[in-house]
C-alpha cells in the first residue's frame, strides 16, 4: 500500500514525498481511512511507529476542505502532556501542511505568554497544545472553542499519569458536543478506558503491536553493577564502544546533573534536561544533541515522550523506572522505523524487582551481561515471569504495642530513649535543638542530661 491510496489530496502528498515517505506505517495505514470518514478512534501503537503522522495527515486533509478559523477560534486542538512532545506534533503539522492554506501553532508554559496570544488573535486552524497553558490562555478569553471540529488526545496515558486528569476533563467541558474525537498513545490502561467512555462515541480501535512490547529491532540486555559503579561503567561503555550518541535516563532531576556532570569530567560531551530547565536551555539541548553537538542527553522521563531523534543508537536506563511501562516509552526512542538499537540498564541489587516488574509487563526475561572489572559485589538476584519478586516487609507493630514499649519507665533500649529539651518537652523526631533562648541553661555543643548519643 502507498499513501496515494489512502485519499489524501496531492498537497499533502507532495509534502510527503518531500520527505522522503512512500509507504505509510501499519497504524497510518488503518488510522488514516477511519479518520477521514470521520469515526472517532482509539489507536495504541509502540513508540516510534508514525502515530503522529496517523493523525496529523488526515486532519490536514480535513481541515483543507472547509473554511479558515475566525479569530480566537480553534478548529482543532490536540493536546500533548509535554512541552517537547507539543514541539514536535506542531513540526509534523508544519511539514506536511507546508503546501495548505492553514494555520497553526503550538502553545505551552515555560516561555511568554503573550506572543502565543497573538498568534491566535487571528485564529488557527490546528491548536497544539499542553493543558497547564491552554487554561491560562481560555481564562484569559485568548482561545474559544466554538468552531472546534476535531479534539485529538497525544500520549493520553502520560497526561494521565502526570495527574492531568483534571485539566482534560474541563478543557472536555469547554467544547462543542459535537466533534470528532481521537485518542492516540503507546498503551491504554484501564483509567484511560473509563476516561474514553465519556469522550469517544462508536469508536474504531487500532492496535497494530502487542501491549506493551518494544520494537524487535531493539536489543534489550541488563548489566548488573554495584550502585555506586554506575557512572564509571557508563563511561567505559560509550568509550569502548566509540558511541557516537546515546539517551540517558536518570529518576531524579539532581541524578541527571550530578550524572551529566561526572560524564563530562572524563571528556565526553553531555547535556541535561528535565523539568527544572528552562524552555529556552530543553530546546537549545535537544537541538545540539540532534546536530551531533552533544554526545550523550540525560534525561528524566519527561523526555520519554516526544523526543523525535532519527537514528538514536543506544537508550541506557542508568536508574530503572519505578512504573514499568515508563521502561517501553524509554527505549521506544531507539529502534524506530526499522532501524536497529539497543537498550542497555544498569541494574544495581536493590533494583532487582523493578526488573522484575519490567520483565513480567514485557514477558520477556533480559538477557545479563557482565562487564569485566565491574562484577558487581552485590549479585543481583534471578527473576522469574511466573510471579513478583517482592521481598516479605516485616508487619509493623500496632500503635498500643509501640506505645506500651516507649512509654516503659524501665526500658533500657537505647533505641527508644527520649530526647528532652531545656524545657522539658520532647523534641520532634528528626528535629534540632534550639539554642540563645532567654532560659538557656547550656552552651551549644553542651549535652542535655538524658540525651542519647
Known sequence: MTFN???????????????????????????????????????????????TAGFTLPILELLSKGPRAPANQARTLILTPTRELAAQV????????????????VVFGGVKINPQMQ????????????????????????VKFDHLEVLVLDEADRMLDMGFIHD??????????????LMFSATFSEDIRKLAKGLVHNPIEISVSPRNTAAPSVEQWVCPVDKKRKPALLTKLIKDGDWSRALVFSKTKHGANKLTK??????????AIHGNKSQGARTKALADFKGNE?????????????????????????????????????IGRTGRAGSSGQAISLVSADEVELLSDIERLTQKILERREVEGFEPNLSLPETTLHQPLRHKKKRKALN?????????????????????????HRTKSGGKLKYGGRNQTSRPGQRFKGSSE
Open 5 to 51: 491510496e489512502l485519499g489524501l489530496s496531492a498537497p499533502i502528498l507532495k509534502a510527503i514525498a518531500n520527505h522522503g515517505y512512500s509507504e505509510p506505517t501499519p497504524i497510518q495505514a488503518e488510522a488514516i481511512p477511519a479518520i477521514l470518514a470521520g469515526h472517532d478512534v482509539m489507536a495504541a501503537a509502540q513508540t516510534g511507529t508514525g502515530k
Open 90 to 105: 506542531g513540526a509534523s503539522v508544519a511539514l506536511y501542511g507546508a503546501y495548505l492554506n492553514l494555520k497553526s501553532t
Open 119 to 142: 498568534k491566535l488573535r487571528r485564529g488557527v486552524d490546528i491548536l497544539v497544545a499542553t493543558p497547564g497553558r491552554l487554561m491560562d490562555l481560555h481564562s484569559q478569553n485568548a
Open 168 to 181: 482534560i476533563k474541563r478543557i472536555i467541558s469547554l467544547l462543542p458536543k459535537h466533534r470528532q474525537n
Open 262 to 271: 561526572y560524564i563530562e569530567a572524563h571528556g565526553i560531551t553531555a547535556v
Open 294 to 330: 552533544i554526545r550523550i542527553l540525560v534525561a528524566t522521563d519527561i523526555a520519554a515522550r516526544g523526543l523525535d531523534i532519527e537514528q538514536l543508537p543506544h537508550v541506557v536506563n542508568f536508574d530503572l523506572p519505578h512504573v514499568p511501562e515508563d521502561y517501553v516509552h524509554r
Open 400 to 424: 498500643s504495642q509501640t506505645n506500651k514499649q516507649n512509654n516503659t519507665r524501665h526500658n533500657n533500649n537505647s533505641n527508644n530513649t527520649k530526647i528532652r529539651s531545656v524545657y522539658g
